[in-house]
């Protein structure tokens, strides 16, 4: 379907993104879009800055509503949805972002037959380098999934995966970034520690990682390969990833994804 007029349902910084990418991609217009935000200083700035219409009422807005998105925390997600239920189209296409809350417990709380489609974003969409996963609930068809692919692929990539899978690709890419981040500051820290001024650590840090997440996707490589090619035997890098490897690394992520993993079932009720 196309895209037609959207209605957000939450301002904040996803939000935010989700419009701007939007906007600069072409996948719609200022016009079209319409934003509930009970902040009166967030709607001024979202008006100001993408010429987006904005209330503080939802259901100001949801009439002749197309698409609807719910940008809201998953502790308050089913009280946003029954109170705007009675006031959403029979045929909008309803998009959530709430992690953890799947697709059949939207569906619970909305009209009967309500298509759905549920997507895991992340924040390196606010600088259109997201990475966004997405899942057809039971009334949603081929037509739903792909407006909702190409809205998130105007925000980086967006993947179409099976619901089951959704808690599992929540703590890869939804929770990754803070996983990434905890990666450079850990790097410039110990930079520092051997002399290099704190913020020329960070830079070296997040530009390596820059770096090494383009060279992946652009060559193919595999992790395996890319650190073969960068490892000289005796050398510095072997040396160091002898010591990640002795202190548990991999083992360290595996668990932190399991807990993340763990967590979004908590946040579903599951």
Known sequence: ????????????????????????????????????EPDPARQSAL??????????DAAELLPGADVVVLAVKPQVIDEVV???????????????????????????????????????????????????VISAGSAADADDVETVRRMFAALGKAVVLDESLQDAATAISGSGPAYMALVVDALAAAGAEHGLPRDVAQVLAVQTMRGTADLLDGTGQTPAELIAAVSSPGGTTVAALAEFESGGLRETFAAGVAAAVARAGELGGR
């Open 1 to 36: 379907m196309a895209l037609g007029t959207l209605v957000l349902v939450g301002g904040g910084r996803m939000g935010a993104a989700i419009i701007a990418g939007l906007i600069a991609s072409g996948e719609a217009d200022a016009s079209a879009i319409r934003v509930a």
């Open 47 to 56: 008006a100001s800055a993408h010429g987006v219409r904005c209330a503080a």
């Open 82 to 132: 029954l109170a705007l239920a009675a006031h959403i189209p029979a045929s909008a296409l309803v998009v959530s972002i709430a992690a953890g809350i799947s697709c059949a417990h939207l569906e619970g709380l909305l009209a009967p037959g309500a298509p759905v489609v549920r997507v895991m974003p992340n924040t390196p969409a606010m600088v259109r380098q997201g990475m966004a």
